[in-house]
T-cell receptor
Framework: DAKTTQPPSMDCAEGRAANLPCNHS???????VYWYRQIHSQGPQYIIH???NNETNEMASLIITEDRKSSTLILPHATLRDTAVYYC????????????FGRGTSLIVHP | KAGVTQTPRYLIKTRGQQVTLSCSPI?????VSWYQQTPGQGLQFLFE???????NKGNFPGRFSGRQFSNSRSEMNVSTLELGDSALYLC????????????FGQGTRLTVV
């Protein structure tokens, strides 16, 4: 599976949009981009995933560049409860899917 | 629908003992993966079971083992516990094919003294 690069930390004001970048320059054509987050001492929580097109759900939006080498997770109106470590993962569409986690981005939402 | 259930939530064991952790996946999910999380190493993949067979394995010693039952529930066992085995153990449930998401339990916090 392709490797991802994320900034180690970011901060955001409550109520503002949080834009978390992820670089996956070696992604191959059949690999999905997944985002998870982990709030302290809890299990990771699935947020969203996509292949080529931008995706939106009730939690977030995922913007994937046309060349698929990078993506951005957008939390449109961040709240204090969004403070967590966010993981960007790429994984093949074929065979088994085993999320492989890096260090992620620690997002702090402040009042 | 019910989420992924891990039991027990907390456990304290002594060096040299063995421990068994349990994971009940989401109904209909046939894949269960196990992870170890420590502050120093982050989230590390242990192994994955699919339809009662170990399908993938991470880089952990043979003291770490697991199994999956016909109802997809899974157990992992750690024998001859070491202090370094103290960690949060997480299991993830999924349909077991690419393009689908994984759902995690709350984990079992194991402390070895």
């Amino acid at each position: 599976d392709a490797k991802t690069t994320q900034p180690p930390s970011m901060d955001c004001a409550e109520g503002r949009a949080a834009n978390l970048p992820c670089n996956h320059s070696t992604i191959s054509g059949n690999e999905y981009v997944y985002w998870y987050r982990q709030i302290h001492s809890q299990g990771p929580q699935y947020i969203i995933h996509g292949l080529k097109n931008n995706e939106t759900n009730e939690m977030a939006s995922l913007i994937i560049t046309e060349d698929r080498k990078s993506s951005t997770l957008i939390l449109p109106h961040a709240t204090l409860r969004d403070t967590a470590v966010y993981y960007c993962i790429v994984s093949s569409a074929g065979g088994s899917y085993i999320p492989t986690f890096g260090r992620g981005t620690s997002l702090i939402v402040h009042p | 629908k019910a989420g992924v259930t891990q039991t027990p939530r907390y456990l304290i064991k002594t060096r040299g003992q063995q421990v068994t952790l349990s994971c009940s996946p989401i109904s209909g999910h046939r894949s269960v993966s196990w992870y170890q999380q420590t502050p120093g190493q982050g989230l590390q993949f242990l192994f994955e079971y699919f339809s009662e067979t170990q399908r993938n394995k991470g880089n952990f010693p043979g003291r770490f083992s697991g199994r999956q039952f016909s109802n997809s529930r899974s157990e992992m066992n750690v024998s001859t516990l070491e202090l370094g085995d103290s960690a949060l153990y997480l299991c993830a449930s999924s349909l077991g094919r690419g393009g689908t998401e994984a759902f995690f339990g709350q984990g079992t916090r194991l402390t070895v003294v």
